[in-house]
């Protein structure tokens, strides 16, 4: 992988929850698939992704093997669920159990 393609957005392909791994794939690249890539581990919590969402990767700069699943990002298939200032999921579904507030 080239320098200028270290911060990519892909899609995951399959998930290894025990070792807080994804395998990412990337359409506009004729549908490559990454080794398993370590998830960020953001404020010591453990929220894996769905088969599917698209994700931040960012990859060192010597290949594609060395790399980092960084995590969702708001777009326009993807929006905010409210317009609170902060709102944390808790359960596993959308609306199981949240904290929110402005």
């Known amino acids: 992988?080239?320098?200028d393609k270290t911060i990519r957005i892909g899609k995951v392909s399959s998930i290894n929850?025990?070792?807080g791994?994804?395998?990412i794939t990337y359409p506009d690249m004729d549908d490559n698939t990454t080794a398993e890539i370590p998830f960020f581990n953001m404020n010591e919590e453990y929220k894996m992704p769905k088969i599917g969402d698209e994700l931040v990767v960012?990859?060192?700069s010597?290949?594609?093997t060395?790399?980092?699943a960084m995590g969702a990002y708001w777009n326009l298939k993807n929006r905010p669920i409210t317009d609170k200032y902060f709102r944390k999921e808790l359960g596993k579904d959308?609306?199981?159990a949240?904290?929110?507030y402005d």
């Open 66 to 68: 060395a790399a980092v």
């Open 17 to 19: 929850k025990e070792a």
């Open 1 to 3: 992988m080239a320098n």
């Open 21 to 23: 791994m994804l395998r």
């Open 94 to 96: 959308q609306d199981e």
């Open 98 to 100: 949240t904290i929110e």
């Open 62 to 64: 010597n290949g594609q």
């Open 58 to 60: 960012c990859h060192l």
